[in-house]
């Protein structure tokens, strides 16, 4: 059974930094695109960044551009987001996704595999 499994969420304060990482196994998830994606109690899921199985291409929400980077190893299965500058509207649950295209995409309907999330909390 296909399995993303998210790592690395916690508690931190204003302006530090988190490594997230999602781990895929019963499936060679290496050419699919990846995405991460994050939601809040009350509101829709909404997208974060998201990668192409090449590595070519990169897309981020407005709100994390400059702060957040999305990589991604074929060879391990694995996909991580680098966040920095934290601010506490980055306070959410956080999940991995992956798309059986290569080629990648923003809208959440789009991925049909999802890891169960991961929580990030930051303090002011």
């Known amino acids: 059974q296909a399995q993303l499994v998210e790592s690395g969420g916690g508690l931190v304060q204003a302006g530090d930094s988190l490594r997230l990482s999602c781990a895929a196994s019963g499936r060679t998830f290496s050419r699919y695109a990846k995405g991460w994606f994050r939601q809040v109690p009350g509101k829709e899921r909404e997208f974060v960044a998201a990668?192409?199985?090449?590595?070519?291409?990169?897309y981020y929400a407005d709100s994390v551009k400059g702060r957040f980077t999305i990589s991604r190893d074929n060879l391990k299965n694995t996909v991580t987001l680098q966040m920095n500058s934290l601010k506490p509207e980055d306070t959410a649950v956080y999940y991995c996704a992956a798309r059986s295209y290569g080629i990648a995409s923003i809208v959440v309907d789009d991925y049909a595999y999802w890891g169960q999330g991961t929580q990030v909390t930051v303090s002011s």
């Open positions: 990668i192409s199985w090449s590595n070519d291409d990169t």
